[in-house]
């Protein structure tokens, strides 16, 4: 193994949960060889932001220009406009200062790939980009072939076949509603349409592209992108107790924009059978109706099993009335609410024998890893591209569908969840999680795909600063 001598790595993060936690997993695993790791993040306040266990990472606060500006009050454009520029200017002078000090200056900067104008920051200083993307391949690719003009917007779907894409193969799997949302319906987020699109902007000044996946889950992707890029898988991203046990204290993620209400949900799970829990979270950013909390609610009463549902104090006014009482949530024996959990105790909790979700590409993954079957009900962004490769592809999870008015009703969670939990269907699908998770383990074990990806990330650096 290359020594790594006080080799200086900056890495800067996109400051939401989803955009955090892989970013801050992987430089982990940089600074267990020996690299000195400086984790950046852009916020107006430190007080919103949960440092519980960064290990030998430094973490540090770089402005975002929201201190005195009222974010809420702006578009969505001008949002990311200030942003842009903001955190351009915060972290130039960040590097500058820390160049002319003492202490060995970093000459790589990973970022994240949403925020493609940061390596054109680093490379005004003389740095080396590595661009890090938090979704999948094969939405990476979508996106990728929408900017190249390959795939032309708004989607049309041809007559009599119904998919979009073809190449490669595997792709012939997604319908136009199983497109992510900001290319699906080009019209309804065209500043964030502009950031995804962004992402390929600048693809070929990177010396490294990084990919939060591991090469036998994308299998084909990764070959058919590895043909036109050089690109390295290097995930699952998930602390390392819950994967190869070689990162000693890599209990969590270690930074949290929400608090957990861990002590109660584990005193809770730890009441109940094995694998008679459904655990229901919609993530960080995903949002739902009232109609349609309102239908959740009545599924999660009416099926056989017990529920832990998270439910982010911005939903809760959504929930139905004496929806305490109606859900058994008053003595906690059918279930419980909590406004955030960590959930990879959850998951990895032996009571827990199924996962609600909006299908996250972190979420996917981490239910991927811990062998947990899904039942998949996607909102925006990559969530629908995410759930039509869990049902279809990966066949680890059923999918709900949504009535003419885009309703999940109570009946048809019910009937999925009930499926999962006692069904033929769900003893195929527990299989094929158990199997999918101990592929996961392998490829972040040592000798890995992704571990070895690592390394020579790793032994590039090395090469590059000595």
Known sequence: MYPANGIHVLVLAHPV??????????????????????FLIPISTRKSLNLVNAGSIRVEYISD??????????ITDEYLDHFRLSVSRSLSNFIQKHQCCKESPAKVLIFDSIDSWVLDVAMEHGMHGASFFTQSCVVSWIY??????????????VEGQGCVLSDPPLMSVLRLNDFPSFVADVHKYPAILKIVLGQFSNIQKAKWLLFNTFTELEYELVNWMGNQWSMMTVGPTIPSVYMDKRLEDDIDYGLSLFKPEAEACLRWLDSKPPRSTVYVSFGSLASLGEDQMAELASGLRSMKSHFLWV???????????????ELGLDDGKKGLMVRWCDQLQVLSHGSVGCFMTHCGWNSTLEALSLGVPMVVMPQWSDQPTNATFIVEVWK????VRANEQGVVIGEEIESCVNEIMDGEKGKEIRENSSRWKEIAKRAVGEGGCSDKNIQEFFSNIVDLCT
């Not at 680890?396 to 999918?399: E, F, I, Q, T």
């Open 396 to 399: 680890v999870g059923l999918r």
């Open 65 to 74: 220009g929201f201190d005195n500006v009222e974010a809420d009050k702006l």
């Open 144 to 157: 990728y072939l929408v900017h190249h003009g390959t795939v032309k917007l708004p989607l049309k779907v």
């Open 311 to 325: 439910v982010r104090e911005s939903e809760e006014k959504k929930l139905p009335s004496n929806f305490m009482q």
């Open 17 to 38: 949960q989803g955009h955090i936690n892989p970013v801050l997993q992987f430089s982990k695993r940089l600074a267990s060889k020996g690299l000195k790791v400086t």
